[in-house]
C-alpha cells in the first residue's frame, strides 16, 4: 500500500491506455511519454502495461506502507527517498515506512513515479488509465489527493515472456511528422512556415491538446471539412491559424484540417516538452 | 477530381479511408457498411474501427504491423463499398424537458413560438452520423431546418450533462459536463455514458433517435 501523503498539484494513474472504444468517443489516454513508461517498467521486471503515477506541474511525496522498489522517470525532477537524491530511471528499495519526495520538476512536463508489481487500480474498459472527462479509470476517475492510498499490483513479468528491454533516449533533435490527411490543402508558403518556425508549446496546454505557439498559418480549403477520427499527435490548424496538436485525452473526432501528424516514435520526446523550450518539425516523406 | 474511396495514412498508427467530399446518409450508410465488414474480418493489429460522416479510420500497433500492409488488407475490403443493406439498427427514445436555457433565445432567433420549436424538434426521427468528441456524444441529423443556428459565439464553459441541444443542421444530448457551443433547449435524465455498459455509449452511429416531450 502507498499514501499520498502531499499530492502534488496533477496526478493521475496511467498505463498504456484503452483501445477498442474510439467509436464511443472514448479517447486512449494513457501516459503521455510511452517511451519513458516502457523503461521503467522494464527495469522494474513488470508487464510492459502496469501502471503508474504520471506526475505535472509540481512536486508532492508518498509513504510506502510496504516496502517495495520504486523508480522515476520521464521528466527531470528532484526526487528523493527517505531523504536520498533519486536518480532516474535507477529502482531503488524502499523499506516499510520510507518516503519518496519530490520537490520539483526541473524540466520536461510529466514525471512517471512506477513501483515494481505496478499501481493495482481496478480496470475499466481494458485499462487502468484515468480519463478525468469522463471520470473514468484511475483512482475514481479523478486526480491524486492528500490521503488516497494505492494498492500494489502484481504486474510482474513472466521469466520466460517477452525479454524486450527498452533505451531511453536522450531528448533531441527535431519532431519527426509524416503528411497528414488535409496536408494538399496547406499551400508552399504554409509548409515553409510550419517546417522552419521555433515553436514552443502554450502553457494553455494539457492531456487533451497541446497549443503551439510560434506560427500562425493559413489553408486554401472551406471551413467546412466533415468531422472526421483524429489521433494522437495528430497537428490540427483552426481558423486563426495556430496549431493544436491532440494528445492522449484529446477528442476522438474532429473538423480542423489536420496539416500533419506527428510520428509515433517522437511522440514522447514531444509530449515531455516545457513551454520554454523549442522544438522543430521535419517532414518524413 | 478526386478518386473516393481514398486511403491515406492518419499518422503510423491509423488508415483513414474517405468516400465522398459530402455528407449524406447515402455516404454513412457504405461508411458503416465497410465499417462493420472490417470489424468482422477481426485483422491481426487493428484495435478501433471508427465509422464518422464520410470517413472512417482504422487504427492499429504499426509496431507489429506496417501501414503498407494493413493498406494492402483493407483495399478488397473497401472496394466491396456499401452494397449490402445495413440491418435496421435500434430505435432509441429520449425523454425531454424542454426547458434549456436557450430555448427563448432559439424561439426569438428563428422567429417561431417555444412550441413551435419544441415542435419541430419533437417531430423528427433523427439518425446518428457519427460519435466523438467526447465519450458518448453522438452527432444526430437532420434537425428541421427552421431551426438551424450557428454555433453560439461564445461557448459556454460549463454544459451540465443530458442537455439537449442544437447547432446547425444537428442536435445531440451531451452525455458529461463538459464546455460547449450549441445551443440548450433541453434536459434529459437518460444515462447517455456507462463505462460498465457494453457497448459503454448508448447512441452509435447508424442508430435512429426520437425525442419525447416530457412534463417538467
Same mark, same amino acid.
Given at each position: 500500500?502507498?499514501?499520498?501523503?502531499?499530492?502534488?498539484?496533477?496526478?493521475?494513474?496511467?498505463?498504456?491506455?484503452?483501445?477498442?472504444?474510439?467509436?464511443?468517443?472514448?479517447?486512449?489516454?494513457?501516459?503521455?511519454?510511452?517511451?519513458?513508461?516502457?523503461?521503467?517498467?522494464?527495469?522494474?521486471?513488470?508487464?510492459?502495461?502496469?501502471?503508474?503515477?504520471?506526475?505535472?506541474?509540481?512536486?508532492?511525496?508518498?509513504?510506502?506502507?510496504?516496502?517495495?522498489?520504486?523508480?522515476?522517470?520521464?521528466?527531470?525532477?528532484?526526487?528523493?527517498?527517505?531523504?536520498?537524491?533519486?536518480?532516474?530511471?535507477?529502482?531503488?528499495?524502499?523499506?516499510?515506512?520510507?518516503?519518496?519526495?519530490?520537490?520539483?520538476?526541473?524540466?520536461?512536463?510529466?514525471?512517471?513515479?512506477?513501483?515494481?508489481?505496478?499501481?493495482?487500480?481496478?480496470?475499466?474498459?481494458?485499462?487502468?488509465?484515468?480519463?478525468?472527462?469522463?471520470?473514468?479509470?484511475?483512482?475514481?476517475?479523478?486526480?491524486?489527493?492528500?490521503?488516497?492510498?494505492?494498492?500494489?499490483?502484481?504486474?510482474?513479468?513472466?521469466?520466460?515472456?517477452?525479454?524486450?528491454?527498452?533505451?531511453?533516449?536522450?531528448?533531441?533533435?527535431?519532431?519527426?511528422?509524416?503528411?497528414?490527411?488535409?496536408?494538399?490543402?496547406?499551400?508552399?508558403?504554409?509548409?515553409?512556415?510550419?517546417?522552419?518556425?521555433?515553436?514552443?508549446?502554450?502553457?494553455?496546454?494539457?492531456?487533451?491538446?497541446?497549443?503551439?505557439?510560434?506560427?500562425?498559418?493559413?489553408?486554401?480549403?472551406?471551413?467546412?471539412?466533415?468531422?472526421?477520427?483524429?489521433?494522437?499527435?495528430?497537428?490540427?490548424?483552426?481558423?486563426?491559424?495556430?496549431?493544436?496538436?491532440?494528445?492522449?485525452?484529446?477528442?476522438?473526432?474532429?473538423?480542423?484540417?489536420?496539416?500533419?501528424?506527428?510520428?509515433?516514435?517522437?511522440?514522447?520526446?514531444?509530449?515531455?516538452?516545457?513551454?520554454?523550450?523549442?522544438?522543430?518539425?521535419?517532414?518524413?516523406? | 477530381?478526386?478518386?473516393?474511396?481514398?486511403?491515406?495514412?492518419?499518422?503510423?498508427?491509423?488508415?483513414?479511408?474517405?468516400?465522398?467530399?459530402?455528407?449524406?446518409?447515402?455516404?454513412?450508410?457504405?461508411?458503416?457498411?465497410?465499417?462493420?465488414? @472490417?470489424?468482422?474480418?477481426?485483422?491481426?493489429?487493428?484495435?478501433?474501427?471508427?465509422?464518422?460522416?464520410?470517413?472512417?479510420?482504422?487504427?492499429?500497433?504499426?509496431?507489429?504491423?506496417?501501414?503498407?500492409?494493413?493498406?494492402?488488407?483493407?483495399?478488397? @475490403? @473497401?472496394?466491396?463499398?456499401?452494397?449490402?443493406?445495413?440491418? /435496421?439498427?435500434?430505435?432509441?427514445?429520449?425523454?425531454?424537458?424542454?426547458?434549456?436555457?436557450?430555448?427563448?433565445?432559439?424561439?426569438?432567433?428563428?422567429?417561431?413560438?417555444?412550441?413551435?420549436? @419544441? /415542435?419541430?424538434?419533437?417531430?423528427?426521427?433523427?439518425?446518428?452520423?457519427?460519435?466523438?468528441?467526447?465519450?458518448?456524444?453522438?452527432?444526430?441529423?437532420?434537425?428541421?431546418?427552421?431551426?438551424?443556428?450557428?454555433?453560439?459565439?461564445?461557448?459556454?464553459?460549463?454544459?451540465?450533462?443530458?442537455?439537449?441541444?442544437?447547432?446547425?443542421?444537428?442536435?445531440?444530448?451531451?452525455?458529461?459536463?463538459?464546455?460547449?457551443?450549441?445551443?440548450?433547449?433541453?434536459?434529459?435524465?437518460?444515462?447517455?455514458? /456507462?463505462?460498465?455498459?457494453?457497448?459503454?455509449?448508448?447512441?452509435?452511429?447508424?442508430?435512429?433517435?426520437?425525442?419525447?416531450?416530457?412534463?417538467?
Amino acid at each position: 500500500m502507498i499514501t499520498v501523503t502531499v499530492a502534488p498539484p496533477f496526478a493521475t494513474i496511467q498505463d498504456l491506455g484503452r483501445t477498442g472504444y474510439r467509436d464511443s468517443g472514448v479517447p486512449v489516454s494513457g501516459v503521455a511519454d510511452r517511451d519513458s513508461a516502457l523503461t521503467l517498467n522494464s527495469m522494474l521486471g513488470n508487464q510492459h502495461g502496469a501502471a503508474m503515477m504520471e506526475w505535472a506541474i509540481a512536486g508532492g511525496a508518498l509513504r510506502f506502507d510496504t516496502g517495495c522498489t520504486v523508480a522515476v522517470g520521464g521528466a527531470v525532477a528532484e526526487c528523493f527517498v527517505n531523504g536520498k537524491a533519486m536518480n532516474p530511471f535507477v529502482p531503488v528499495e524502499v523499506g516499510a515506512g520510507g518516503e519518496l519526495r519530490v520537490d520539483r520538476i526541473v524540466g520536461g512536463r510529466f514525471l512517471l513515479v512506477a513501483v515494481r508489481g505496478g499501481i493495482n487500480v481496478p480496470v475499466v474498459m481494458g485499462s487502468r488509465s484515468t480519463l478525468l472527462s469522463a471520470a473514468l479509470g484511475g483512482l475514481e476517475g479523478r486526480r491524486l489527493r492528500n490521503g488516497d492510498r494505492l494498492l500494489i499490483g502484481d504486474a510482474f513479468a513472466s521469466p520466460n515472456g517477452m525479454t524486450r528491454t527498452f533505451v531511453h533516449a536522450a531528448p533531441s533533435g527535431t519532431i519527426g511528422v509524416i503528411r497528414g490527411p488535409q496536408a494538399h490543402l496547406f499551400d508552399e508558403h504554409a509548409w515553409t512556415t510550419f517546417l522552419n518556425a521555433d515553436l514552443s508549446v502554450s502553457r494553455a496546454s494539457d492531456r487533451t491538446g497541446y497549443r503551439l505557439e510560434g506560427i500562425e498559418i493559413r489553408h486554401n480549403g472551406d471551413a467546412t471539412l466533415p468531422s472526421e477520427p483524429t489521433c494522437v499527435g495528430a497537428i490540427q490548424i483552426p481558423g486563426g491559424g495556430a496549431p493544436i496538436v491532440i494528445m492522449n485525452d484529446g477528442p476522438t473526432v474532429g473538423g480542423y484540417p489536420k496539416i500533419a501528424v506527428i510520428r509515433t516514435s517522437c511522440l514522447s520526446r514531444f509530449a515531455q516538452l516545457a513551454p520554454v523550450e523549442k522544438v522543430r518539425f521535419a517532414l518524413d516523406e | 477530381m478526386e478518386a473516393f474511396p481514398k486511403i491515406d495514412p492518419l499518422g503510423d498508427d491509423a488508415v483513414l479511408v474517405t468516400f465522398a467530399d459530402r455528407i449524406s446518409w447515402d455516404v454513412g450508410v457504405v461508411v458503416r457498411t465497410v465499417a462493420n465488414r @472490417i470489424r468482422a474480418t477481426r485483422l491481426k493489429s487493428v484495435t478501433d474501427v471508427v465509422p464518422a460522416y464520410t470517413t472512417l479510420a482504422v487504427y492499429f500497433d504499426s509496431a507489429r504491423v506496417p501501414f503498407a500492409s494493413i493498406a494492402a488488407s483493407l483495399a478488397p @475490403i @473497401i472496394e466491396l463499398g456499401g452494397l449490402e443493406e445495413l440491418k /435496421d439498427q435500434g430505435l432509441i427514445e429520449i425523454p425531454v424537458i424542454y426547458d434549456g436555457p436557450d430555448l427563448a433565445e432559439v424561439a426569438e432567433r428563428t422567429g417561431l413560438t417555444i412550441e413551435a420549436v @419544441i /415542435d419541430r424538434h419533437v417531430s423528427r426521427t433523427y439518425r446518428a452520423y457519427a460519435s466523438g468528441f467526447q465519450p458518448g456524444f453522438a452527432y444526430l441529423g437532420d434537425l428541421d431546418a427552421s431551426l438551424a443556428l450557428p454555433r453560439r459565439s461564445a461557448p459556454r464553459v460549463r454544459v451540465p450533462p443530458g442537455s439537449v441541444a442544437i447547432a446547425g443542421a444537428q442536435t445531440a444530448i451531451y452525455p458529461l459536463q463538459t464546455p460547449g457551443g450549441w445551443h440548450l433547449i433541453g434536459s434529459t435524465s437518460t444515462v447517455m455514458f /456507462d463505462a460498465n455498459r457494453n457497448p459503454p455509449a448508448l447512441i452509435r452511429p447508424g442508430d435512429s433517435v426520437r425525442f419525447i416531450r416530457k412534463a417538467p
